[in-house]
């Protein structure tokens, strides 16, 4: 199984980006997906969730700024993120089953 994350990069404080996850070939439209970053030294965090029903959950630090979302039919799910800060640098990850099951390779996000 695969996920292949894109779309980060440089950008500046204040500004936006949106990071894609896809899943080539497979089918997660009944599965929690989910968005995690992670910084050298500290803790894998939980960002965004978003669930079959399409609910979502959001970690404090992403409520307001960050979106998550699904395109099933395309086997992607989305992250838009708005008003980017300088700590929120991270690379940032897609998992399946909420962060129980497949990972991607991660994308940086960094923010200056």
């Known amino acids: 199984v695969q996920l292949v994350e894109s779309g980060g990069g440089p950008v500046q404080a204040g500004g936006s980006l949106r990071l894609s996850c896809a899943a080539p070939?497979?089918?997660?439209?009944?599965?929690?997906m989910a968005w995690f970053r992670q910084v050298p030294g500290k803790e894998r965090e939980g960002v965004a969730y978003?669930?079959?029903?399409?609910?979502?959950d959001y970690a404090d630090s992403a409520k307001g700024r960050f979106t998550i979302s699904r395109d099933n039919p395309k086997n992607t799910v989305f992250l838009q993120m708005n008003s980017l800060k300088s700590e929120d640098t991270a690379l940032y990850y897609c998992?399946?089953?909420?962060?129980?099951?497949?990972w991607g390779q991660g994308t940086q996000v960094t923010v200056s």
């Open positions: 998992a399946t089953d909420c962060g129980t099951g497949y």
């Open positions: 978003i669930h079959s029903d399409f609910s979502a």
């Open positions: 070939g497979h089918t997660y439209s009944s599965y929690c």
